[in-house]
């Protein structure tokens, strides 16, 4: 899978752990003009892909999200509520 976007453009790519590249549809792969406009999508679509990337026109990973970065924080602010116990090992 090509990261390098399109000169002076800005790919969005959406993976998920369930095989997206065998969905009919394939994984999220759209090229934006600018990155607030890359970041929005890639913002929008982070509960529909585990990934989601927004990469410059040399390849440069600029921004990262996705569901499974929400859930690295929830796990984070969890094991930080109580000091000493660590919720997600209940």
């Known amino acids: 899978m090509q990261t390098r976007a399109p000169e002076g453009q800005y790919r969005v790519i959406g993976l998920d752990p369930v095989d997206t590249l065998t969905w ?5 792969w ?3 003009e600018t ?4 970041r929005d999508l890639a913002d929008r679509n982070e ?3 585990a990934w989601v990337y927004v990469y410059d026109d040399a390849g440069k990973l600029l921004y990262e999200g996705g569901c499974h970065a929400q859930q690295l924080e929830r796990i984070q602010k969890l094991n930080q509520e109580v000091p000493g116990e660590n919720k997600t090992q209940r």
């Open 24 to 28: 009919p549809s394939g994984p999220l």
């Open 47 to 49: 509960e529909s892909y």
């Open 30 to 32: 759209k090229d934006c």
């Open 35 to 38: 990155f607030d406009e890359a």
